[in-house]
């Protein structure tokens, strides 16, 4: 089994910066073989949307969103992905979730964004 546990959460104004963290534990057999770790958020009253993603082989991808503002990274030492979030509007307000899957889905618990000034 995999736990993943969000942190990095927080009040930012408009324009400013916030780096998320996923900290996996658990199986590292199943940490190090997640075919992908995925960022996903959902803002109130909306469904979730995903964000960005990772594969194993450190292909990255974005939402057009975000495509531009956000990084995804993932540090294999730590046991940790990261999502590095700049340039922060009001719509980027959400619960953000980490998503690991090697064939089951795991989440976090999530962790809350607001921006505003």
């Known amino acids: 089994q995999v736990q993943l546990v969000e942190s990095g959460g927080g009040v930012v104004q408009p324009g400013g910066s916030l780096r998320l963290s996923c900290a996996a534990s658990?199986?590292?057999?199943?940490?190090?073989?997640?075919?992908?770790y995925r960022w996903y958020r959902q803002a109130p009253g909306k469904q979730r949307e995903w964000v960005a993603g990772?594969?194993?082989?450190?292909?990255?991808n974005y939402a057009d969103s975000v495509k531009g503002r956000f990084i995804i990274s993932r540090d294999k030492a730590k046991n940790t992905v990261y999502l590095q979030m700049n340039s922060l509007k009001p719509e980027d307000t959400a619960v953000y979730y980490c998503?690991?899957?090697?064939?089951?889905?795991?989440w976090g618990s999530g962790t809350l964004v607001t921006v505003s000034s």
């Open positions: 998503n690991g899957y090697d064939g089951v889905d795991y």
């Open positions: 658990g199986s590292i057999v199943r940490i190090n073989g997640m075919s992908w």
């Open positions: 990772i594969t194993r082989g450190g292909y990255t």
